[in-house]
């Protein structure tokens, strides 16, 4: 109902895939490829694209294979492909897990709560004799 909201959201939104395909772009350059921006973005499209097919969690594997094999295909040497997506994978989706875990766990301690589950807190059912 926001015009000026949604074309905010929708602004970040560009900004934060733009930013992420820069990632791939500079984990590539590291390992001495500069590629096409316009190969780039089709194979990180499509890979990402993927990664919404309930397959696995978040993409796992299936960003990976296809990304490599996209790039590959867009002439990129194998071994820089495999290297660079690995280490884009890193930064773009393990790297954020234990910052949240940490993020989390601060959060709670923050609060004056131990950083348990909630889940620990329930108390069991009684037993059925």
Do not use: C, H, M
């Not at 895939?17 to 921006?37: H, K, M, Y």
């Not at 930064?91 to 348990?116: C, H, K, M």
Request: proline letters at 8%; charged letters at 15%; hydrophobic letters at 55%.
């Amino acid at each position: 109902r926001d015009p000026k909201l949604l074309r905010r959201a929708s602004a970040w939104a560009l900004a934060n895939w733009l930013l992420d395909a820069a990632t791939l772009w500079i984990s590539l350059a590291a390992f001495g490829r500069l590629e096409d921006p316009v190969a780039l973005l089709v194979a990180y499209g499509i890979a990402n694209v993927a990664a919404v097919l309930p397959l696995t969690p978040s993409g796992l594997g299936v960003v990976e294979t296809l990304a490599i094999t996209l790039l590959t295909g867009f002439g990129t040497p194998r071994g820089i492909s495999i290297l660079g997506v690995l280490t884009w994978r890193l930064f773009n989706f393990w790297l954020p897990i234990p910052v949240g875990v940490a993020a989390y766990v601060s959060l709670r301690v923050q609060r004056g709560e131990d950083a348990t589950l909630e889940l620990d807190r329930i108390d069991p059912p009684p037993a059925v004799s």
